[in-house]
C-alpha cells in the first residue's frame, strides 16, 4: 500500500522500518527539530533520522490544522496514513484524507490507557499483561474504532524502558498485520467501550521522590515505571539520589531503615526493596554496593 507515516520518537522507529520494508512510504511526517540538552543543540527527530537513512521525504509542519500542511499531505496520494507517537491531534480534513483512513499504533490495550504515557502506566500500577492496539483514528483522544490487538506479559523487574523497546517491535508487527486485513478486508473495525476507557497523562518529576513508608511493591513498580525517564529520587544524608534499578526483597521494619548494606535492602511501609544502581546527584551512575561503601551507609539507619 501507498502510504504517509506520521510519528517522532524512538517508538515509532521500527513500525517505519518494517513499513518501509514492506510498503510505498510516499512521505515522513513528524515533529520540528528541537533544541535538547543544556546546550540546547537543535536535534531532529528518531523517525527524521531513520526517514533521512531509508531515503524517504520528511515533511515537518508545525501544525497539521493550516491548509499548506494538508495541501502537503495530499500532494503524497497516500492510500492509508499510518500514526505512531506523532504528538499532534488530527483534524478531520486530515483523517479524511486516505481512503484506508489513519491508522494509529498505540501502546495499550484499548479502551485501557488512552493518552499520553500508556507504557509507564502500566508498569507504574504493577500491571501483569499489556500490549499493543491499531485503531482508526477520529477526532477523540485514542477513541476510534479497534482493529487488531496483540498482548503481550510483562516481567516483575521489567522497566518502563524494556518495555517500550518491546512493545515498539511488537507494534511494527501489528501494523503489517493490519494493512495487509484492512487491504483484503478481513478485518471489521471495532467499537471501544467508553464506560471501560482509563486515562493517562504526561509523566513528570513530580513522581521522582520515593515514600519509603508505602508498600514495596508499589515502590518497586514507581522505581522501574519512572527508569529511564524521569528515574526515582530518594534523599540519602541529605542528598537527592536517583534510583535506577530496585528488586523485592525479604525483610521488615520501620520504613526507610538500611537492612543490609551488602546487598542494599531498604524497609518499606510493607516488605522491603534491594536498591541495585544508583546515581549521586552530579555524578555517574554506580552499583548500591559501591554507593553504600562511599557514602558509609550502615544497617540500622533510616533514610
Not at 66 to 75: R, V
Amino acid at each position: 500500500m501507498k502510504l504517509v507515516y506520521m510519528g517522532t520518537p524512538d517508538f515509532a522507529v521500527p513500525a517505519l522500518k518494517k513499513l518501509a520494508a514492506s510498503h510505498e512510504v510516499a512521505a515522513v511526517f513528524t515533529q520540528p527539530d528541537k533544541p535538547v540538552g543544556r546546550k540546547q543543540v537543535l536535534t531532529p527527530p528518531d523517525v527524521k533520522v531513520c526517514a533521512q537513512e531509508l531515503g524517504i521525504p520528511v515533511c515537518q509542519p508545525a501544525s497539521m490544522k493550516t491548509a499548506d500542511a494538508l495541501e502537503l499531505l495530499k500532494s503524497f496520494e497516500p492510500e492509508v496514513i499510518v500514526v505512531a507517537a506523532y504528538g499532534q491531534i488530527l483534524p478531520k480534513a486530515v483523517l479524511d484524507v486516505p481512503p484506508y483512513g489513519c491508522v494509529n499504533i498505540h501502546g495499550s490495550l484499548l479502551p485501557k490507557y488512552r493518552g499520553a504515557a500508556p507504557i509507564q502506566q502500566a508498569v507504574l500500577n504493577g500491571d501483569e499483561v499489556t500490549g499493543v492496539t491499531t485503531m482508526l483514528m477520529d477526532v477523540g483522544l485514542d477513541t476510534g474504532d479497534i482493529l487488531l490487538k496483540k498482548e503481550t506479559p510483562i516481567g516483575e523487574n521489567e522497566t518502563s524502558a524494556e518495555l517500550f523497546d518491546r512493545l515498539a517491535q511488537l507494534g511494527g508487527d501489528l501494523i503489517l498485520e493490519t494493512l495487509d486485513a484492512l487491504k483484503n478486508g478481513s478485518v471489521t473495525p471495532q467499537k471501544q467501550d467508553d464506560s471501560l476507557a482509563t486515562h493517562t497523562s504526561k509523566i513528570d518529576k513530580s513522581l521522582c521522590p520515593i515514600d519509603f513508608s508505602k508498600p514495596a511493591r508499589e515502590i518497586h513498580n514507581r522505581i522501574r515505571g519512572l527508569y529511564s525517564w524521569p528515574v526515582a529520587t530518594a534523599q540519602i544524608h541529605g542528598k537527592r539520589v536517583k534510583i535506577h534499578k530496585a528488586r523485592l526483597a525479604r525483610g521488615s521494619g520501620k520504613a526507610g531503615t538500611v537492612l543490609s548494606v551488602k546487598p542494599l535492602v531498604i524497609a518499606c511501609g510493607e516488605g522491603a526493596v534491594e536498591l541495585l544502581e544508583l546515581q549521586p546527584e552530579g555524578k555517574k551512575k554506580m552499583s548500591a554496593e559501591a554507593f553504600a561503601a562511599g557514602h558509609q551507609l550502615h544497617a540500622g539507619e533510616t533514610l
